[in-house]
């Protein structure tokens, strides 16, 4: 049931994501409700599926767009290997460590991104002003989004009776 | 329990190596299969949305919505009678055009395509999803134009979705002439502007496309129309792009460049042409 629900908000945030128009003034930054939903598994489930959350996110995120396959999911995993290390020092349940995780995954996801295709041959040509901008929009909108999944995602397994402590 | 966390470090490690070095037709497969599983769902979002947008507008409007239709039956009206008058000449000069294999050499055969979808899912590059791909006849590297002019060209193709790279990505180049003067340049894609009027409906303004490297001598004016040269083989010639905003001195003093503004209206599109091929290439 766990992977179901996983499955369900996988697609549904690449669909909610993929059609919220991006901020010019947020260097074109969109929700990221895809690392949201990796994070949330990677501070709540065990590191076998928070892993396997964290890659299908990614891969997802990088068949919408033009980034090499495996790209996003290798930022995605290296964070949520990170939170799971050090999950059991942080008040997992808060609000406010959802919202910081958020921001914090979003702009890592962002700077790992530009530097994996700076090594590649993809070149994405564009100024280092807008790559920090985009990062901080990232992070502003990870602030935002990733307690809003966290509730949803909460929520969605409590009401088919998975409570998030037997989900650890 | 240490072998255990080993092997899992080493299946993730060769897990990570096969997928970023995938060759490239798996890696597309795969594209292919995610994104043609999220079309339908874009599509059907997209078209509800609008469906929404449209009706929410009518309601609010209703008194405006009425005097616009009455008004547009009346000119409806004009329009038909006027095209009754205009019918024998537009087939003489259809047959004209024949006798002088004229459509042959001009006319563009396009495939007319919905948008599904704008920018990719990070918002990374400036693109479009289409509603079309490989079984309507698109591939890769195909022009996508509007009345207007220039919108981008095909990148990644599936069964039946299509994306689109948009003249305004800053990694977008394309060999243009200008209208008047003649010479030739390379324009860029300007990215977005954070300035100009952004909206509900338009986040973001393109911002000006820029040609380098310009000799200084020429004389190029603005408000100059800036057409595809049809060199670089995927944009035929005389395509509208945009028109001359301003014209400045590389800080060489050896060259100048021009900054150009689009004419296609990229924030706003809800349908395009993808052209396939040249009227007539295949007879």
Redesign the interface.
Known sequence: MTAAIMVFLL?VG??I???I?????L????P?I?PAVALYYALVHP?GMA?TAA?LAG???D????????????CL?VFALFVVKTRETMFRDSVLTMAVLGAAMAAFTTLG?YGM?SLNTL????PLW?VAL?AGGNALLGLVVAPLVWWVADTLERHVGLTTAEAR | MRDKNFL?WVI?AT??LV??N?PPAV?SS??E???ES?AT??GG??RL?SGVQKTSSAVGNITEVIQERDRLDREAAVLRARLRTLEPLARENQELRTQLDYQKRVSLKTVACEVI???????????LRLDKGRKHGLSGNMPVITPDGVVGRT??VSDQTC?V?LISD??FKVSVRFDQEGSFGILHGG????SGV?STGV???PGLFRVDYLRKDLAIQSGERVMTSGLGGIFPPGLMVGRVVRMTLDETGLYQHGEVEPVADLGRLRSVLVVTGKQGADQ
Do not use: N
């Not at chain 1, 128009?21 to 003034?25: E, I, R, V």
């Not at chain 1, 068949?63 to 290798?74: D, I, Q, R």
């Not at chain 2, 704008?118 to 693109?127: E, H, L």
């Open positions: 697609l690449a669909l994501q993929g059609l128009p991006a901020a010019a003034w260097g074109l930054s969109k990221p895809l590191r892993v890659i891969m997802i995120q068949t919408m767009s033009l980034f090499p396959v495996g790209t996003s999911a290798l995993v991104l295709l070149s994405v040509d564009m807008w985009k | 899992f993730l897990f990570f997928l970023l995938l890696s795969l594209r299969f995610f994104r999220m769902y874009q979002v997209t949305m979808a704008r920018d990719d899912g990070y918002g990374w590059w400036q693109t990148t990644e994306d790279l800053r990694s990215g977005v502007s954070l952004h986040l973001c303004v």
